[in-house]
Antibody
């Protein structure tokens, strides 16, 4: 069973940047598409981005396109989400997920002045 | 692609049979998944491909549908099934979730 552990969340001012990481515990990571999904406080799930197993294909939700960048380092079994120009409405718990069938516990991002 | 779940809220008793519907704004073949989420926890995949049960998920859960209308059925509610349920379309990017259906104990 793959274990995913997110990190990098915190409190940040609007307009600033933050990078999230997701560390995977097994080698299946390198053969899997990886997703980021977020959930604002008291709200539903929002799909954010996906990256193919080799990093060549990336897709984003319209709400983050041009501000967020998903990437991965298969040599480190780690997924990333670079978040720039953060807005108050980006405040959420961010989950990484392998093929959407294995999920981490999430990391909280709060954007506030 | 927009997904609309109904009902928006569901109240039921242990042992009841319940059905949640997910409607897509355009045809998505069978590219639909269902997730369960309990408070403070990450979502958990229940069904993918509209009707295929994820490994380890109890057989009281089932899914059906194709095109634009899909259903999740729980045949006999157990206490651990009270949670929020989401559908997700993975037919085309960007993927989208339905708004969620909280299922609470009556």
């Amino acid at each position: 069973q793959v274990q995913l552990v997110e990190s990098g969340g915190g409190v940040v001012q609007p307009g600033r940047s933050l990078r999230l990481s997701c560390a995977a515990s097994t080698l299946s990571f390198i053969n899997s598409g990886m997703h980021w999904v977020r959930q604002a406080p008291g709200k539903g799930l929002e799909w954010v981005a996906v990256i193919s197993y080799d990093g060549r294909e990336k897709y984003y939700a319209d709400s983050v396109k041009g501000r967020f960048t998903i990437s991965r380092d298969n040599s480190k079994n780690t997924l990333y989400l670079q978040m720039n120009s953060l807005r108050v409405d980006d405040t959420a718990v961010f989950y990484c997920a392998e093929n959407l069938d294995v999920w981490g516990k999430g990391t909280t991002v709060t954007v506030s002045s | 692609i927009q997904l609309t779940q109904s009902p928006s809220f569901l109240s039921a008793s242990v042992g009841d049979r319940v059905t949640i519907t997910c409607r897509a704004s355009q045809g998505i073949s069978s590219s639909l998944a269902w997730f369960q989420q309990k408070p403070g926890k990450a979502p958990s995949l229940l069904i993918y491909g509209a009707s295929t049960l994820q490994s380890g998920v109890p057989s009281r859960f089932s899914g059906s549908g194709s095109g634009t209308e899909f259903t999740l059925t729980i045949s006999s509610l157990q206490p651990e099934d009270f949670a929020t349920y989401y559908c997700l379309q993975n037919n085309s990017y960007p993927f989208t979730f339905g708004q969620g259906t909280p299922l609470q104990i009556k």
